[in-house]
């Protein structure tokens, strides 16, 4: 372990990274006094932190000593969910795990399936080692989208690749358009740059169905209804284009496909946007007026807007506003919605697909899990799921349609192992629990997508418990498998130095935690977008290519509000402030203040269905049902209710969550979730 940085009497200062799934991927300091982390905080030397955390990484010591952590491998006794298990060896453990998968990788290794997402960030702790371990295996192939890629595919076809404006720049910006995202609740960091802009003088609107936190904050909020984005954002260029608010030379120099955006837009008058958003169309004009003669003008957007049936062409559409007014020309002007594509990872040297020599295995997507581990052998879909190896993630409680992702989980002839720290609703279903450390235990990098600086983790104390880094159980798993390539003994640190290789300093990192990648002020201010045409491409060959529309346009959603008598209510499930994802839920003090699940509901939609405050609901539609509280509320718009997550199943009063109604539908581009694409109906429980 390293030396005291802080060496006060006080305990010693490690420095660390937030591994959490959020865009502002904090510089952490713990504190550890005797062997145990007594305080985590905010470095204040590393700027996007600046020495503030949210109040959920500021109770991580509480979560990593949390009398439920889980400190021994476990073995299911009772039936698969009752949650009973019984302490065995980590030997035991292995060699049973081990036992299991040989039989079934003789036949097809493709009948094992690793199912992960981002509990942890780290390049290390996520798919390090655990990717060598899956190719070397020849096993199923995850598609990663549970969150991130219609919006991330939306801006590869139009910017070239997930890239944007730098994050601290926002704070000289005139306009701001918050799009889709709740950022005091999820991305705290460029909150606080906003309202850097906002105390100098620049307007702040809020673009979201749902009165939030921030919405409350903004000059103005504009309430669309979810899944129609792409339409306001067509009619806000049908206003450019006849009033001429744009920047010619901007747009001849550095954009493809002008003439034909210019076609599409001018079908959008506002008038049309206000009927299908459900908004006035003054709104949409003053909104237009303010994008097209502000400047520099920016627009943060986030994940929330992309998560419905046209998700991908809602973010094209979205991303094409910049390039039409010349706002990239200003390091103030232009859109962020993940910065994570100007980072140089070597995924090949971290993940190994050379592993695979030359097999290529089937690809399952992670939101459709619940569906998938139901199907039978058949072509084309291959091989029945029969064993599921799940790391960083909780499945149960946080994929679509949670009815079928249980009864999959629960079936007798699936072996299933979850490494974890808390006994989860999908831990609940393992046959063999792993449990594993915490931040402040192991080694890792990361990356971000909210800034453009690579940080450093160290261990701050020694393995709560039995507990072992993923990377370890990989390890330990292919030895007992056979594999012997020289890979498997990389260790942690040597993982972390190649993450990146030369790109960035890494005795930097070691000495003071973070290092900023060399990337310039206002990067497109010129074009050189990374693009084949190296253009802004408002018309994408490659999309027509693959005979899908080359320009943006307002699909509407899988469920449009209003399309079901039976179930005529939008539900949107975006993020509660103090959990994340389904992550902090058992924290007390946490839980403490989100108290407990609840549904916002409009007086307008409450009263005529005999909905009191506080009273329990059931929110149904023909996929499940779940109860919680319902709370009449202008934070929702008549018409929508948001059910806000992602709540323990468990700790529900009905033993299910929002995700009980959602669909396993996908978007228009990049396979994603419709999680916010989704009609119930709502009445009072008796
Ligand atoms: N505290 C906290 N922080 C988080 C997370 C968390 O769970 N809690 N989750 C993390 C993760 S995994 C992610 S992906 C990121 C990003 O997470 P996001 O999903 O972007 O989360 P939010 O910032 O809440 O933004 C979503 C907002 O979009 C709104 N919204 C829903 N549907 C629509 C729509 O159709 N159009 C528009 N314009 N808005 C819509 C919602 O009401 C909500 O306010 O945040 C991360 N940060
Ligand atoms: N209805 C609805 N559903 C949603 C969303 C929504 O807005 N609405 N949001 C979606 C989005 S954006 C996302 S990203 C997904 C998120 O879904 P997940 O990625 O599953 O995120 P979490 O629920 O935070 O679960 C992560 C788990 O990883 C564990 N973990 C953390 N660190 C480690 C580690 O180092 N090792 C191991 N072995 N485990 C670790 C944590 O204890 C936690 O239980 O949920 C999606 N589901
Ligand atoms: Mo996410």
Redesign the pocket.
């Known amino acids: 372990m390293q030396p005291p940085i802080n060496a006060n009497g006080q305990g010693s200062t490690v420095r660390g990274a937030c591994?959490h799934?959020c865009p502002d991927t904090c510089a952490l300091l713990t504190t550890v006094q005797d062997g145990r982390a007594i305080r985590v905080q905010g470095n204040p030397a590393h700027r996007h932190t600046d020495g503030a955390l949210c109040t959920k990484v500021s109770r991580y010591t509480e979560r990593s000593y949390h009398p439920d952590r889980i400190l021994t491998p476990l073995r299911r006794t009772g039936p698969k969910g009752s949650g009973q298990f019984t302490p065995v060896s980590w030997d035991e453990a292995l060699d049973e795990i081990a036992s299991r998968l040989k039989p079934i990788a003789a036949r097809d290794p493709q009948a094992i399936l690793p199912y992960s997402?981002?509990?942890?960030m780290g390049l290390v702790?996520s798919e390090g080692m655990a990717a060598r371990f899956f190719h070397r295996l020849g096993a199923s192939h995850l598609e990663r989208t549970?969150?991130a890629t219609a919006g991330g595919e939306g801006l590869v076809h139009t910017l070239g690749g997930k890239v944007g404006m730098k994050v601290e720049h926002f704070a000289e910006s005139k306009l701001i358009l918050i799009w889709g995202s709740n950022s005091i609740g999820s991305n705290l960091h460029f909150w606080r740059v906003a309202q850097q802009a906002k105390r100098d003088g620049a307007r702040l609107v809020c673009i979201d169905p749902r009165r939030t936190e921030t919405a409350d904050k903004c000059h103005e909020h504009i309430a669309l209804l979810p899944g129609t984005d792409a339409a306001l954002a067509l009619a806000l260029m049908h206003e450019l284009i006849v009033n001429d608010w744009l920047d010619h030379d901007y747009i001849a120099r550095h954009t493809l496909g002008w003439e034909r955006l210019r076609e599409r837009a001018l079908q959008w008058p506002p008038e049309r946007a206000a009927q299908v958003c459900g908004v006035p169309v003054e709104q949409i004009r003053r909104l237009a007026r303010d994008y097209g003669t502000t400047k520099p003008a920016a627009i943060r957007l986030n994940?929330g807007m992309q998560?419905v049936r046209g998700g991908g062409n809602a973010v094209r559409a979205i991303a094409c506003l910049p390039a039409l007014v010349g706002a990239w020309r200003d390091r103030a002007g232009g859109l962020l919605l993940s910065a994570s594509g100007f980072f140089p990872i070597r995924r090949q040297a971290l993940h190994r697909p050379d592993l695979l020599a030359g097999r290529t295995p089937r690809t399952i997507n992670m939101v459709t899990i619940g569906d998938d581990l139901l199907r039978e052998a058949s072509p084309p879909f291959g091989p029945k799921i029969e064993a599921l190896i799940v790391?960083?993630?909780?499945?149960v409680?946080?994929?679509?349609e949670s009815g079928k992702v249980v009864q999959g989980f629960a079936r007798e002839d699936l072996f299933t192992v979850v490494?974890?720290?808390?006994q989860?609703d999908t831990a609940d279903y393992a046959d063999i629990i792993l449990p594993?450390?915490?931040?402040l235990e192991h080694w890792d990098i990361h990356a971000s997508y909210g800034h453009t600086d690579v940080l450093l983790n160290r261990p701050a104390i020694a393995p709560v418990g039995q507990a072992r880094p993923?990377t370890e159980v990989f390890r330990a798993l292919a030895a007992r498998m056979g594999f012997d390539d020289p890979c498997f003994a990389d260790d942690d640190l040597s993982l972390c130095r190649s993450a990146f290789g030369d790109a960035v300093d890494f005795e930097q990192l070691l000495d003071q935690g973070y290092a900023t990648l060399p990337i310039p002020d206002a990067p497109f201010a010129d074009g050189g977008f990374p693009t084949a045409s190296g253009k802004c491409e408002f018309f994408s060959e490659r999309l027509a290519r693959q005979g899908m529309d080359g320009l943006p346009d307002h699909l509407p959603n899988h469920e449009p509000a209003g399309s079901d008598p039976r179930h005529p209510l939008a539900m949107i499930?975006?993020?509660a402030r103090n959990f994340?994802?389904?992550?902090f839920v058992n924290v007390k003090s946490l839980r403490d203040i989100e108290g407990e699940p609840l549904l916002e509901i409009h007086a307008h939609d409450a009263q005529p269905r005999g909905i009191a405050d506080g009273q329990l609901v059931r929110v149904f539609n023909d996929r499940g049902e779940y109860r919680c509280k319902a709370r009449i509320s202008e934070r929702a718009r008549p018409g929508v209710v948001n059910g806000l997550?992602?709540w323990w199943r468990k700790l529900g009063p009905s033993g299910t969550n929002?995700?009980e109604v959602?669909s396993q539908r996908l978007t228009d581009l990049g396979n994603g979730?419709v999680?916010y694409d989704c009609l119930v109906e709502v009445s009072p429980c008796a």
């Open positions: 591994p799934d997402y981002a509990g942890t702790q549970i969150c994940y998560r790391y960083d993630s909780n499945p409680a946080v994929a679509p490494l974890e720290h808390f989860t594993a450390t915490t931040q993923n499930s975006p993020p994340l994802n389904s992550s997550g992602i929002v995700n959602t979730p999680f």
